[in-house]
C-alpha cells in the first residue's frame, strides 16, 4: 500500500545529517513509500545532493523555519514555535498529507504538540509511548515508557488494548498475549493499581495472561507488556545501563593484553553477530499511540541505520490500519458498557 | 572481630547440601567468624561429615523441626512453625547468641518472622530490602527490593538514611552519595512520591546527589540507590531477565557451527573472565534493614559459591556495628526535630 510519511528532518543530536541519509535508504528499499522532509530547505537541499539520485517524485521538501531544541519546555515549544519542523511534520499528519510522521527531536515536545495538533482518539484518556524490545523468542512490545507517571487502572486497560490493536494490526498476530508488569505473578501481588487494572483487564476481551515479572519481558512471555510510565522508563533505562556495562567489560576483556587481542580477532566474526542481534538501533522507533494520528519517537542519539528503522516503524503502522482497529475496538466496548 | 552467625540451613531450593558447604567454606577463610547451623540435626550431621574437618569450635549446630515452605504464607509460618529452621536462626539474633542470621528461604515468611521477632529500630517505620549491584565503577547498593509496594517520602528518605548507614559502616566510606531514582533528573521530573522525597533528602544530612534513573544504577552514579520497592523489583527483575537472555544469545552465537566453536574455545579465557566479572553470585546477599538485628536474605537457587556470599554479607554487617549506627542517626535526626 502506497504510503506518505513526514519526517522532521530537524530533531535529535545529529539532524538532517542523519535523518536524510536514512529517509533516502528506506526509498531505496522500499517502492510504495514516499516521504515529506521538514526542515530547512537549504539544510535538506544541501543532505539530499550529498546523498545521492533520489527516485523520482518520492520525495518532497517542506521548508520550516523553525526548530524545538532538546532541551525546551513543551509548553514553549507547543506555543512559541509554530513553524517548527516538529510542529509542520505534526500538522501534515492532521490535514492528512501524511500518513504518519517521524521525529528524533524532544520527547515532551513531540508529546505536547501531538497531543494538541491530532487530539486523543475517542475512549483513550491519555497516550502512551509503546516501544519493542528483544526477547529470548523474537520480540515484545512495552508500554508506557514515560508519557504517565501516574496511571489509573482505567489507562492500563486502555495501553493494553492500544498495544494489542497496535500488534494485530502491524504484525496480523490474532489476539496478541498481554501481561501486566509485577513484582509477583500471584494475584495478592502488587499494589492497588495493578491489582485493579489486572481486574479490569481479565474480565475485558483483551487475550490477558495475567501479572509478569520484570525478566519475562525479556523471556518473551507476552506479545505486550502493560505498566506505567514511571515503571517502564526505569526497566527501559536499566536495561540501557545494564547493556552498556557488559558491553564495556566485555571489550575490557578482549582488550587486557595480547592474547586476549588475539582471541578477540579470532572471535570477531561471533561477537559481531551477537552484537548484530541484540543491536539496539533496530528497535528504535516508539509509538505514541492513543492520538487521532501515528507518531513515531526515534532516539535522540539514533544515527542513520536506527532512524531508518524508526521511519519504518512509522511506515508500517500507516499501512496498517492501526487507528481505525483502535477506534473500532473502543467504540465497541463503549457501545457493550451503555 | 569475632563475630557469630546463625545459618538457617534449611531454607533454599537446595537447603543443607549447599548452606553447609558454604558455611564450611567461609569458616577455613576467616578465622574469626563462628556458626550456629540451623536446621534438622541429622541432616546437619551428614552434610558436615561429607563436608570433611570443620575448624574446632566454630561450628554448633541446634536442631529445629520445621521447615519454612518456599510458597508457604508468611501469616502461616509465622503463626503455625515456630520451630523452623527460619524462627529459630532469627530467635538466636533477637537472644544475642548470634550477631547475624542468614536464610535463602521464603522472603515474605523472613520478612514477617524477623520483624515479628526483632522489631523495628526506633525511627524507622519499615523494613527495607537493599543489595549490592555491578556497576562500572565497582558496585552500588539499591534499596527498596519488594518488602515496600507503596512507599510514603518519609520512608524514601528513611531507607536512604539506612543505606548510607550500611554503606559507611562496612565498606568505611565517609558520607556515601545517594541517589533517588527517577525517570529524569530534572527538579519538575516524577511523581509526587519522588519529588517530596527529593525534598526531604535535600534538606537532610544525607549527601543526597539528586535524581538519578535507572542507567546510572550500572553506571555507578552513586553510592546508594533509592526507590520504592515495586519500581526496585522491576529494576532488578529486568536485568536478571536481560543478562539471562544476552547469555543465551552469547552461547547460541558460540555454538553455530564448527568454525564458532573452535572460535569460541580460543575466546573461552577471555569470556570466562568476562562471566566471573559479572557474576551475579557474588552479589548475592540481600540485607533486610531497620530491624533490630542483621537479616540477610539469599537467592533461594544460590549454590555454595554464591550462599557464601550472603554469609559473608552478613558477617561484615555484624562486625560494622552498622545497627548502632543507625539507631545513633536515627536518634539525631529525632532530637533536631525535637
Given at each position: 500500500m502506497d504510503v506518505r510519511v513526514a519526517i522532521d528532518?530537524?530533531?535529535?543530536?545529529?539532524?538532517a545529517h542523519v535523518t536524510v541519509p536514512a529517509a533516502l535508504s528506506v526509498l531505496r528499499n522500499d517502492p510504495s513509500v514516499s516521504f515529506i522532509l521538514v526542515g530547512r530547505q537549504e539544510t535538506l537541499e544541501r543532505e539530499l545532493a550529498r546523498g545521492g539520485p533520489a527516485p523520482e517524485g518520492r520525495i518532497q521538501v517542506r521548508h520550516a523555519s523553525q526548530m524545538v531544541e532538546m532541551d525546551e519546555a513543551p509548553a514553549t515549544a507547543l506555543r512559541?514555535?509554530?513553524?517548527s519542523s516538529m510542529r509542520v511534520a505534526i500538522d501534515l499528519v492532521e490535514q492528512g498529507e501524511a500518513g504518519a510522521c517521524v521525529s528524533a527531536g524532544n520527547t515532551g515536545a513531540l508529546m505536547a504538540i501531538s497531543r494538541f495538533v491530532l487530539g486523543m482518539l475517542p475512549g483513550i484518556d491519555r497516550p502512551a509511548i509503546a516501544t519493542l524490545l528483544p526477547t529470548l523468542k523474537g520480540h515484545t512490545h512495552i508500554l508506557d515508557?514515560?508519557?504517565?507517571?501516574n496511571c489509573a487502572p482505567e489507562h492500563l486497560l486502555q495501553f493494553g488494548i492500544m498495544c494489542a490493536e497496535l500488534v494485530s494490526s502491524v504484525?496480523?498476530?490474532?489476539?496478541p498475549t498481554v501481561g501486566l508488569l509485577n513484582i509477583g505473578v500471584e494475584n495478592i501481588k502488587g499494589n492497588e493499581q495493578v491489582k485493579q487494572a489486572a481486574e479490569l483487564m481479565r474480565t475485558s476481551d483483551l487475550n490477558f495472561h495475567g501479572f509478569v515479572e520484570g525478566d519475562d519481558i525479556y523471556k518473551g512471555t507476552t506479545d505486550v507488556v502493560v505498566c506505567d510510565g514511571f515503571v517502564g522508563n526505569v526497566a527501559l533505562k536499566t536495561s540501557e545501563g545494564l547493556a552498556q556495562m557488559l558491553a564495556t567489560y566485555l571489550r575490557e576483556e578482549f582488550g587486557r593484553n595480547a592474547f586476549t587481542r588475539l582471541a578477540g580477532l579470532v572471535a570477531l566474526p561471533v561477537i559481531n553477530a551477537f552484537k548484530d542481534r541484540v543491536d539496539h538501533r533496530r528497535y528504535n522507533g516508539a509509538s505514541l499511540l492513543g492520538l487521532r494520528g501515528i507518531v513515531v519517537k526515534s532516539h535522540g542519539s539514533a544515527d542513520a541505520f536506527a532512524f531508518a528503522f524508526a521511519i519504518q516503524r512509522a511506515v508500517e503502522a500507516a499501512r496498517s490500519g492501526v487507528l481505525a482497529h483502535i477506534a473500532e475496538r473502543m467504540a465497541a466496548i463503549h457501545k457493550n458498557a451503555a
Open positions: 528532518c530537524m530533531g535529535g543530536d545529529h539532524g512559541g514555535k509554530k513553524d515508557l514515560g508519557a504517565n507517571v504484525e496480523g498476530k490474532q489476539r
